[in-house]
């Protein structure tokens, strides 16, 4: 994912929300915008959300919103309504416009910070911290990645599977800034001949990728295809991909399963792909150095379903 | 330790380090000075120290510098040398003089962080992410708040004590960005009467306080005072503050102890207090609304531990 910024990153287009600016306000990525002192920069304390948009459409922002107030709601930040990162959404993609041309393949991030050290931004809770957008066109060599298979690593992230429900101050299930680990796992991997991870959690559960959803096939005893992901009640993110992957796999007939899964789970599936809102479907063929199988038609297909319900109108009128 | 810039925001200094600056350049901390795409504030991707100057004389300067690089070396980002970092240190503390009167209490905060998303700062790999100094007087509040008995609640850290030696990806050891736990169980601490936390593990090993180390006061069996700490080895950061206070109290004669130490040594200790750089020590009165004893002799004898190993000159020059 870190190279989502390196081809193309001055033509990214970054817009800020204050309570002054309600509907968002350009400002520019190339210079300094945040404080020494904001939270978000000393203390990983914010949350986010990286959402796609295709020729000008984002697909499942209101999937995205909902869990961008939810992070925020976990870590008790105050954050502006839909409304705003709509509109806001909308002044940056139509400054693509302004300037010339709307890129086909856009990642769109949506971040929200405490804001700086015992100064809110504004009285107004919805908008007393430091909240942006940044708009940046997806790199060509990203897009050429996109469905090849990739090698993951299995790490355990160090948590019980149970350990969320009693000790709400871990945050799990935000998506918080504090991302430090996720990215180390990631290095990790790289260091390791991998190209992406698979945690588990210490009593050997499958959670969750560092930046992205699980998703398994597997047969039934009868032989009928299914398609599963863990259990979000294990401490994990919502899936907005996989959520609307599941969505349009259940209205075409497939059949559906959420864990408990565990690390066996993973080498007797039929397929493994790891799902994200910009990188979309990465098909798995190979476990801790175990062969996956890799079907790039079920790929197509999964990849076909995100196309089922996209929106057909800019976010704000959504 | 949120209040450490409520009360005198406006009066910090701010040093920031690259490739350029070597020794350091005075920046305006009221200015906005991080890009939106710095890996500091997008991902929690970096490592910080709070370090504490009396009379412009910074305290424990080594230990702080040597603690900074073992947590870049952790996550492995590029880090300048000592020098330059006792350089810009020494540069905000005369800047001070030279508006006015170095402040007699000083927070120096050490940040270091990747840096720009797939842009490093500089081809030297020392100088390759984003690095500040951020000078804050410590406020009178805090002064005056020091010593004051603290109630603690003891909290699930969700890992478990030998974790951090099978999985590095955690970087537990590594004093990163990424503190929103950190920030998040404070929160919790406030919500329930609290003032602090101390961190177990899930197999209920003390660990520390999310920005301070535990020591406790024991007996041995022949009645002996002895001052115990949690073990590094479970994946603690090592305390500066813990470690000059131990020197000098093995100096002076005293028994020290180190872990591993359970729920219940909390519980059958004589003493506890949470050490850290700028409060120093916070003498704990009730662990989960059990009573502690307290004794301000043995605070004061532990503060004055403290002043055992002063500096004498400016960093510079250590």
């Known amino acids: 994912m870190a190279e989502h910024f390196r081809d193309d990153s001055t033509a990214a287009i970054a817009v800020r929300i204050d309570a002054e600016h309600p509907a968002g306000m350009l400002i520019d990525p ?20 990286t959402m796609y948009a295709v020729e000008g459409l984002v697909r499942k922002f209101p999937a995205h919103i909902s869990r961008l107030h939810r992070s925020a709601e976990i870590l008790q930040i105050g954050i502006p309504p839909a409304e705003s990162w709509s509109a806001a959404v ?34 107004d809770p919805r ?11 997806v790199p060509e060599s990203s897009l050429q990645r996109r469905g090849t298979p990739i090698s993951v690593l299995l790490l355990d992230r160090g948590y019980t599977s149970d350990v969320h429900e009693r000790a709400p101050w871990l945050v799990l299930g ?17 260091a390791h001949g991998a190209q992406d991870v698979i945690f588990h959690s210490s009593d050997g559960q499958l ?17 009928t295809a299914r398609l599963v992901t863990p259990l979000l009640e294990s401490g994990i993110l919502p899936g907005t991909t996989q959520g609307a992957i599941f969505a349009a796999a259940g209205r075409a007939g497939w059949e559906l399963g959420y864990g408990p899964l565990q690390r066996e789970d993973l080498f007797n599936a ?20 175990h062969s996956i199988a890799v079907s790039s038609e079920l790929t197509a297909q999964l990849a076909a379903f995100l196309e089922d319900d996209l929106p057909v109108r800019h976010p704000e009128s959504s």
Chains 1, 2 share one sequence.
């Open 30 to 49: 190339l210079q300094p915008q945040l404080r020494l002192t904001d939270l978000g920069a000393t203390r990983g304390d914010g949350v986010f959300e």
């Open 90 to 123: 909308e002044l940056g993609i139509s400054e693509f416009a302004t300037r010339g041309e709307v890129p086909a393949h856009l990642s769109v991030k949506l971040v929200a910070t405490r804001g700086v050290d015992g100064e809110p931004a504004s009285e």
């Open 127 to 137: 908008f007393s911290g430091t909240y942006w957008i940044l708009l940046t066109p």
């Open 174 to 190: 935000a998506k918080t800034l504090s991302y430090a680990v996720n990215m180390a796992a990631l290095r990790y991997a790289e």
């Open 207 to 223: 959670l969750e990728g560092p930046t992205s959803t699980v998703l398994l096939m597997t047969r039934t005893a009868e032989g």
């Open 270 to 289: 039929e397929h493994i792909w790891l799902a994200s809102s910009v990188r979309l479907l990465a098909p798995v063929e190979s476990v801790d150095g």
